[in-house]
């Protein structure tokens, strides 16, 4: 199956601090990607989608001068999630849509601010 | 109303029982269904994907009703290995700055565990 490949796979980080999370299509082309947010116990919720060569669309609720995102590629995005606090530690998964092939997600990133 | 809604379970069966989770979506426009599994602190992995027609796939069947809005997987035979959360996945077209792509949305998820 198509290789969606996330990185770094955790990151502690302090607040205050900015983290970038890398996603990459491996195997064929992405013209968008997803940025998924899950706490625990609850399902993936989206937060923005990633269109190569223009702006990120945001879910609402999501502040999108806190959580950067920039899709320079067919085959790379970057989440940066901006001035870290405890409270957005989570687990944040990215995912690009492979046409007739569905949905692959990369292996997630667990972000932990302290 | 949510989006998509599953039963959250959990369900608890012995191994080589029959389980059946339901799903049910919203949005009439909703063009592709899916089932992924997400094991603990894991990211989610395609089950498989749902037709209209039905499909099947060794021990797992999916079945897609479009006038009900309706989307069910049945394990039979479980296995220990097919603990995990269930997650019911509907796709649909979104556009964004003249950009059409398919936006993908979750159930909750169904818990399952099977015991010795």
């Known amino acids: 199956g198509a290789v969606v490949s996330q990185h770094p796979s955790w990151v502690i980080c302090k607040s205050g601090t900015s983290v970038k999370i890398e996603c990459r299509s491996l195997?064929?082309?992405?013209?968008?990607m997803f940025w998924y947010r899950q706490f625990p116990k609850q399902s993936l919720m989206l937060m923005a989608t990633?269109?190569?060569?223009?702006?990120?669309?945001?879910e609402q609720g999501v502040e999108k001068d806190k959580f950067l995102i920039n899709h320079a590629s067919l085959t790379l995005s970057t989440l940066t999630v901006t001035s870290a606090h405890p409270e957005d530690s989570s687990f944040y998964i990215c995912?690009?849509?492979?046409?007739?092939?569905?949905?692959?997600f990369g292996q997630g990133t667990r972000l932990t601010v302290v | 109303r949510k989006e998509v809604e599953q039963d959250p379970g959990p369900f608890n069966v012995p191994e080589g029982a029959t389980v059946a989770f339901n799903c049910t979506y919203s949005n009439s426009a909703s063009q592709s269904f899916f089932w992924y599994r997400q094991d603990c602190r894991k990211e989610p992995k395609l089950l498989m994907s749902v037709y209209s027609s039905g499909n099947e796939d060794g021990r797992f069947t999916a079945q897609l009703n479009r006038a009900s809005q309706y989307i069910s997987l049945l394990i039979r035979d479980s296995k220990l290995s097919d603990s995990a959360t269930y997650l019911c996945v509907v796709n649909r077209s979104a556009n964004a700055g003249g950009t059409s792509y398919g936006k993908l949305t979750f159930g909750q998820g169904t818990i399952l565990t099977v015991h010795p």
């Open positions: 990633s269109n190569e060569g223009s702006k990120a669309t945001y």
């Open positions: 195997d064929f082309q992405a013209t968008t």
């Open positions: 995912s690009a849509y492979a046409p007739g092939r569905g949905a692959f």
